[in-house]
């Protein structure tokens, strides 16, 4: 168990639809980060936030969007959802640069777009 | 920019025979680290270790020993004696060195599906 909870594990929708997938990060990490697992694209990183403020960004969509909240726990919105949306979505928390430990994943969340 | 290439795709082997995963690297950041995920067929990612660019140290843990060699640029993995239990997708990732908020975004490479066959 990574400590890194994803919630919900499976979500299937439509085309067109918007979506919310939630991330509690481990205890006592300060940062979140979102990637996207698909067949086409592999792993990628999409967008890290450090205490609440975005601190860096990938490849992720202008449809997409995130947020880290005060308790740290991060949602991750995709909307006007599309076919090619249907992934693996992880998120990875880790702690501050004090820390010797690296990122750890959850569980993610699979996404189907039908 | 930073890539991270595993020209291995698929790799069979049949059980407690040795195999090696393939990682090579590019990054112009002088500070850097390299890390090994496991992604079994349940599809959760599991971490298996770190290294930092300054740390050219092989390390061996239980059957899992990496070989990490600046000079080519590569980070390579090889479990000994496998089992099938060890079936499993595995990513070599590399992020920059930490910064003031924390470890940086991973990059990861295509990853190579490993089959231990009974």
């Known amino acids: 168990d990574s400590g890194v909870t994803q919630t919900p594990k499976h979500l299937i929708t439509a085309t067109g639809q918007r979506v919310t997938l939630r991330c509690s990060p481990r205890?006592?990490?300060?940062?979140v980060y979102w990637y996207q697992q698909s067949l086409d694209q592999g792993l990628q990183f999409l967008i890290q936030?450090?205490?609440?403020?975005?601190?860096a960004k990938g490849n992720i969509l202008e449809r997409f969007s995130a947020q880290q909240f005060p308790d740290l726990h991060s949602e991750l919105n995709l909307s006007s959802l599309e076919l090619g949306d249907s992934a693996l979505y992880f998120c990875a928390s880790s702690a501050d640069r004090n820390s010797n430990q690296p990122q750890h994943f959850g569980d993610g969340t699979r996404l189907s777009i039908l | 920019a930073q890539k991270v290439t595993q020209a291995q795709t698929e790799i069979s082997v049949v059980e407690k025979e040795d195999v090696t995963l393939d990682c090579v690297y590019e990054t112009r950041d002088t500070t850097y680290y390299l890390f090994w995920y496991k992604q079994p067929p349940s599809g959760e990612l599991v971490f298996l270790i770190r290294?930092?660019?300054?740390?050219?140290q092989n390390e061996i843990s239980g059957r899992y020993s990496w070989n990490f060699q600046k000079s080519t640029s590569s980070f390579n993995f090889t479990i000994t004696a496998s089992q099938v239990v060890d079936s499993a997708v595995y990513f070599c990732?590399?992020?920059?060195?930490?910064?003031?908020?924390?470890?940086?975004?991973?990059?990861f490479g295509t990853g190579t599906r490993l089959t231990i066959i009974p």
């Open positions: 936030y450090y205490n609440g403020e975005e601190r």
């Open positions: 290294r930092n660019s300054f740390d050219e």
């Open positions: 990732a590399l992020s920059e060195a930490m910064s003031n908020f924390g470890n940086e975004k991973l990059t």
């Open positions: 205890s006592g990490d300060l940062s």
